[in-house]
């Protein structure tokens, strides 16, 4: 039986620097999970997070997307400013989805292409490091145990120089087919840490794995609700699953991409 929405405040969800991390269609996440919940008559709320003080306490789903190294390196003191905040969100059960430069700064530390480094909040077990290469292409990943999806493809797109480099206190999002994903080297892809997930891929990512927004939707009810009041209702997921197909394709006819020269 589908669970029955109590009159409970909104589903929210917490768009972290929209402005300065927000490219390749990321912002189509936040509209993903957003439409996911009201198509379900979950009420849902979208609250923008930017520079300046704000109160975590209340979002159930954090989501910060991708930006260039000039962008990461005028935001990150003030994420770094937030890590208690963040911390504590995630401990009491708040989701969050961190999509390549997102992903990068919530590891342990991002070294630049410059030799700078921005430290991170630490939320993720993971260090990056400019490489000598830039990948750019469409990706394919074949979801890891972490999110308890199955063996599904996860497709989308990325582009980024830096190669991050899990420590045992993670698992992967899961296994490249296509593409460099974390580093082009040890074939994973992506992050999860409880209820964290980082990856690099863009393109948007949840609107294609529709799979992976119902996993961050119904954690973030569990927060909400401090409970688990019944399975999310089914979706006619047809539209969704297709652009799914037609991604992982074209990915396909790229196997065996390598990185790129840094410009
Ligand atoms: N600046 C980072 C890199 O190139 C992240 C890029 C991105 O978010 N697409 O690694």
């Not at 957003?34 to 003080?53: C, D, H, K, T």
């Not at 070294?111 to 630490?122: C, N, R």
Request: charged content about 20%; some cysteine.
């Amino acid at each position: 039986m589908a669970r029955m929405e109590a009159t409970a405040r909104p589903l929210r969800i917490g768009h972290l620097y929209p402005d300065l991390m927000n490219i390749y269609g990321d912002l189509g996440n936040v509209i993903a999970l957003r439409n996911r919940a009201a198509w379900r008559n979950i009420p849902v709320e979208v609250v923008e997070l930017g520079e300046g003080s704000w109160d975590a306490r209340e979002v159930d789903i954090f989501f910060i997307g991708g930006g260039q190294d000039l962008d990461q390196s005028r935001m990150y003191l003030d994420l770094l400013g937030k890590r208690s905040q963040l911390v504590s969100a995630v401990t009491s059960g708040a989701a969050i989805l961190a999509v390549c430069g997102g992903y990068q700064l919530l590891g342990h530390a991002y070294s630049d292409a410059h030799g700078k480094v921005l430290e991170g909040i630490g939320l993720i077990d993971g260090t990056t490091t400019a490489g000598e290469g830039r990948w750019i292409g469409n990706v394919v990943v074949e979801a890891g145990e972490a999110l308890g999806l199955g063996p599904v493809p996860l497709a989308g797109f990325e582009n980024h120089g830096g190669n991050t480099w899990l420590g045992s206190g993670v698992a992967p999002l899961g296994r490249v087919l296509v593409g460099g994903g974390n580093n082009g080297v040890d074939g994973t892809e992506g992050a999860v840490q409880g209820n964290v997930i980082g990856t690099y891929l863009h393109g948007s990512f949840l609107p294609r794995n529709p799979r992976v927004a119902d996993w961050l939707l119904a954690a973030g009810l569990r927060h909400r609700d401090k409970a688990w009041i019944g399975p999310l209702a089914d979706l006619d997921d047809t539209v969704e699953l297709a652009a799914q197909r037609s991604a992982v394709a074209i990915a396909m006819a790229e196997k065996g991409r390598k990185a790129v020269a840094r410009a």
